[in-house]
C-alpha cells in the first residue's frame, strides 16, 4: 500500500498550508488516516486522526484550533489544512493508515514544512 504525500514548503509564521495524501481507491476506505510529524531531534508525534466515514477527528493539543484533518472519498485524500503555523510546527510530517487494527501500519514517505519567524 502506498500513501503520497505532498503539499509541504516554506512558509512564513502566521500562515497557512494544506498538505495532501493519496492512496489507492482499493484502499482509502477502509483506512483510519492519521498526520504525524517529526521535528530535527525529536521524536515523532501525533498531529491528527480521522475515521473512515470522516466524521469523527481528534487533534494534538499543540495544532488544535489551527489545524483541520479531512477526507475526500472521490479523491482517495486527505488533507490536513494548517493555520497560523509558527516555527515549531517546522517538521517533517507523515500521513498514515490504519485498517482498524489499532497501528499504523502504512506511511507515506513525509513532506517537509517549514515555517519561518
Known amino acids: 500500500v502506498q500513501l503520497q504525500a505532498s503539499g509541504g514548503g516554506l512558509v512564513q509564521s502566521g500562515g497557512s498550508l494544506r498538505l495532501s495524501c493519496t492512496t489507492s481507491?482499493?484502499?482509502?476506505?477502509?483506512?483510519?488516516m492519521a498526520w504525524f510529524r517529526q521535528a530535527p531531534g525529536k521524536e515523532r508525534e501525533f498531529v491528527a486522526r480521522?475515521?473512515?466515514?470522516?466524521?469523527?477527528?481528534s487533534y494534538a493539543d499543540s495544532v488544535s484550533g489551527r489545524a483541520t484533518i479531512s477526507r475526500d472519498s472521490a479523491k482517495n485524500t486527505v488533507y490536513l489544512q494548517m493555520n497560523s503555523l509558527k516555527p515549531e510546527d517546522t517538521a517533517v510530517y507523515y500521513c498514515?493508515?490504519?485498517?482498524?487494527?489499532?497501528?499504523?501500519?502504512?506511511w507515506g514517505q513525509g513532506t517537509q514544512v517549514t515555517v519561518s519567524s
Open positions: 498514515a493508515g490504519d485498517r482498524g487494527v489499532g497501528r499504523y501500519e502504512f
Open positions: 481507491r482499493n484502499f482509502f476506505n477502509k483506512f483510519i
Open positions: 480521522i475515521n473512515r466515514s470522516g466524521d469523527g477527528t
